[in-house]
């Protein structure tokens, strides 16, 4: 069975620091894996995704993340945070063929001005 | 623009009532899928749809119920079987069946007065 650990429940970080957001998976096979944004009492929003090819994906609102199949990671980054960027993020394990994917509890992100 | 839409925003039900959540989407997509959301808990998938007049169980779907007669259409009831309803939920639709990523209306928070 498929599993998401994110580590971190909160992270804070100051305006124009960068942000890293972990998330580590279980899966068998090369997974699909994602990375959602939910702002308070929003539904969520694909940051980026990853399928198969290049391991550094970019996605929405400066955001980016890295495929590491040797440490079952998939971790994001944002190179300058904004305050806009507070919100909860969930990374997501999935699968082809059978799509019920996996989510992880979330880390609140917290910016600090 | 094409999207999910989830009504009410916010919903109140009494003790012993059972009420029913709206998820309409005009994407034409096949599958939907509805999820709780409890604080530090993720999303956890209640009742998912491939396609119409097909509904499977997640992984708590006890106290729930669901239809799909139309395939832009996947109410959710909460009935009150369901002891600890209060929660955020989410409905989510993809494509078709193994397509990725899911797409997600913005919820509807449920309390018990």
């Known amino acids: 069975a498929q599993s998401v650990t994110q580590p971190d429940i909160h992270i804070t970080v100051s305006e124009g620091a960068s942000l890293e957001l972990r998330c580590n998976y279980s899966?068998?096979?090369?997974?699909?894996l994602f990375w959602y944004v939910q702002s308070p009492g929003q539904g969520l929003q694909l940051l980026l995704k990853y399928f198969s090819g290049d391991t550094l994906v970019q996605g929405i609102k400066g955001f980016e993340a890295e495929f590491k199949r040797s440490q079952s990671s998939f971790n994001l980054r944002k190179p300058s945070v904004h305050w806009s960027d507070a919100a909860e993020y969930f990374c997501?394990?999935?699968?082809?063929?059978?799509?019920?994917?996996?989510f992880g509890r979330g880390t609140s992100l917290i910016v600090h001005p | 623009d094409g999207g999910i839409t989830q009504s009410p925003k916010y919903l109140f039900r009494k003790e012993g009532q059972n009420v029913t959540l709206s998820c309409e989407q005009n994407l034409n997509h096949d599958a939907m899928y509805w999820y709780r959301q409890d604080p530090g808990q993720g999303l956890r998938l209640i009742y998912y749809?491939?396609?119409?007049?097909?509904?499977q169980k997640g992984d708590i779907a006890e106290g729930y119920s669901v239809s799909r007669e139309k395939k832009e259409s996947f109410p959710l009831t909460v009935t009150s079987a369901q002891k600890n309803p209060t929660a955020f939920y989410l409905c989510?639709?993809?494509?078709?069946?193994?397509?990725?990523?899911?797409?997600f209306g913005d919820g509807t928070r449920l309390s018990i007065l």
């Open positions: 997501a394990v999935g699968a082809g063929g059978s799509y019920i994917p996996t």
């Open positions: 989510a639709s993809i494509r078709r069946w193994g397509d990725q990523p899911q797409h």
């Open positions: 899966y068998g096979a090369t997974p699909y």
């Open positions: 749809s491939q396609i119409v007049n097909d509904f």
